[in-house]
């Protein structure tokens, strides 16, 4: 497959799914014998142009009948009809992923094959924190900001915070949702920082698209923002040196970013930056979440894989439940 050249319409990080519901897979060909997945850690689909293959990564479980196949991974090849039909219980829609002929329509230089996925959506994640904290407050949930954690100890009494300031605090519980700086205070678990570099253009006299498009196995991702495109991804150029809680430039993947946006994004139009800035992930070998308790007082929700706009009130929820003794598993 060109990645080059390949540009997902999307609105969802549709690139790791963790399933742990039964989903039919035709992977016999004409014999159309049934198998089921019944669990993976990823779930990765990856467009070609006649077909589609999912790629199932970290403790697979398949079934055919009453036979039960365990492996690490497993590629599965077949038609974005039939990827339609494994979503379907899920979406609800029997054409989640629809072909969108070439890229014209948007303006994009070269891009030959797109995807719409019809069951998806964008937001304001602005917007969603301004609300987020105006519900907390009016249920008398006080915000401190500003303030970092460095430290703490559990006791009898409670749990102890120790912070940057020099000062600390004491409190009964508390719910560790740090994601990509778990490892500051989780030294021991399993997640690692991602960093990525974003950028904001000026606002443009004529925005040639709407809405939320990855590109490169969803390494890049750009959208408008008003008349504006927001544009950043392109950890893979460098995912050692981007693995790093610093937020800081890195001047490569910034270059890149830039002539993905003049070359292909808006080839045709000057555009310039508004500003630069870079966020911090939380990664790790699987996709799924951590939302375990860490001791008696202390519980963390951890590891979002890059999808905490999609994931994160319900990982907040979870763990929420969990340290309130209200979670059933």
Known sequence: MNHKFFLFLSFFLFLALGLHAQVPVDTLGPQKQRVDIEHADVFELIQGRNQMTQKLLGDVELSQDSIYMYCDSAIIENRRERINEVLAPITEMSDTFVPVPGGTQFGFQGARHLLLNQAEGQLNTGRLMRSLMQRAQDMGIEWQGGISITAWTETAGGVTLSTAQGWA????????????????????????PARNQVLITKPLAKLPFRGCFHYDRGYYYFRDVGQRILLGGGRHLDKIGETTTELAAHPTIRAALLHLLQTVILPEQAVEVDRWWSGIMGVGQQKTPL????????????RLGGMGVALGTWVG??????ILGESSS
């Open 291 to 302: 939302i375990s308790a860490v001791s008696e007082r202390v519980v963390a929700a951890v």
């Open 317 to 322: 929820e979870s763990g929420a439940e969990l």
């Open 169 to 192: 605090l004491t409190v009964s519980r508390v719910l560790l949702a740090t994601n990509g700086f778990a490892q500051q205070l989780l030294p021991d678990w399993e997640v690692l």
